[in-house]
């Protein structure tokens, strides 16, 4: 497709889209349990998803035909944000998670810690704009986030008010993803075009960043910022405490930018990986990240109780998630013999036992290696393999893989399906589809473990190999 109509392609699928918003968007006194059935039989419901549909269709199809054809970073930069523009103006979409924010804010804002109690015990002046399962849990976030959500609360006093501060906060992530991608980009050999098209311009940027106005937009925009320290200043100690305090800033946001520490100390090496050296200039790295989410909490008066917040998680059942495909499809395989069995608790569990070891396996093979390519793949694995998986998670490792990975986007097709599965008002579309979703994944995980075993077998045939230099001087 050529740039040009790609372009007006896009901006006429973010425009259905805002209107979808409109018309089906996440209302405050909306249905809580809503199915698609009763969107189409609801007022406007084969309108709402005609153009939800349509309009995700454009805008993923002129993302998509660009993808390795990006004209210039300027041109990339000024087409995300027309398409960006008509979805800062609709009522939320995607999830109710903004109004979670407001109530966890309120909570924070009236002395009660919402990582001890759940919404429902201020009790929410908001309350019954959230979900039923989100009530009495933990909130699942950093203690920066919490912070922000009281202040936010405490400035605004209305609902409309905090939705409109968290959609504003989550533009300032997205914009300084934008300033600082190119400095990664440039660093990681990577077109800066093509690595803010991939990163930015994703219908999951607009519809659930913006539109959706969630807090992964602050972490992405921290993390990235934080990498873009480090690959500019290696071996620097001041610039790498300063990425580190970055770093930090974004785990005390969301948890999940914790795996990306490790290899930011490994690109923090100012020349080949020793240990000593990487005690040197990786140390302020951790430090800074550490010391950062102390802090943070500390200075709040909270304690780390998020961290326990997560596992209220597993209350969703999806096969967006791998792990709980496979213990899906288990149940499934054991019903065809009469049995009963609840496969989701091992299967789980195994997940998160090969996310250890899959961390720690690209860590060593980042030492040889791209520590930043590494780290995009760390934060793929981590949500693979994750209980639970909401398709907003893919912008973590998209952002940073679209900036890192040379050859091939195959991280783009993931974040490109991701799209079609949650309706304007927060309903995901897996909760429906367990079947064929739950066995489909259960072989595409089965084919990409192979794929992974294979590869690590090349890496090491390769490091055994003798160098045709040496040969050759023989």
Known sequence: MPHHLARWTGLAGSLLLAVSAFLGGVFPDGDLRPTPVSIWQGPHGPLILASWLVGTALMAWAWWSLRNAVPSARWALVTVGLWLLPLLFVPPMGSRDAYAYACQGASFANGISPYEYGVSALPCPWLDTISYIWRDTPAPYGPLFVLIAGAVVKATGSLTGAVVAFRLLAVAGVTLTAACLPVLARRCGVPVGRALWLALASPLIGVHLVAGAHNDALMVGLLVAGLAVVA?????????????????????????GLVVIPFAALAAIGGPYRFRALLRDGGPVVAGAVATVMGVTFAGGLDFGWIGGLESGGEVIAWTSPPTAVGQTAGYVALLFGLHVDALPVARAIGVLALAALL???????????????????????????????????????????????DGVWFAAVALVGSFLVLPDGTGLARYTKLPGAPLMTLLLIWAAVRLVRSARADRAADRAPDPAIRGAD
């Open 232 to 256: 500019a200043r290696p071996g620097r100690p001041v610039p790498l405490l300063a990425g580190g305090v970055l770093l930090g800033l974004a785990v005390s946001i969301k948890i999940t």
């Open 360 to 406: 720690l396996w690209l860590w060593w093979r980042a030492r040889t290696r791209d520590p930043f390519f590494h780290a995009g793949l760390a934060l793929a694995a981590t949500v693979a393999l994750s209980p639970i998986v909401h398709p907003w998670y893919w912008i973590w490792p998209l952002t940073v893989l679209a900036a890192t990975a040379r």
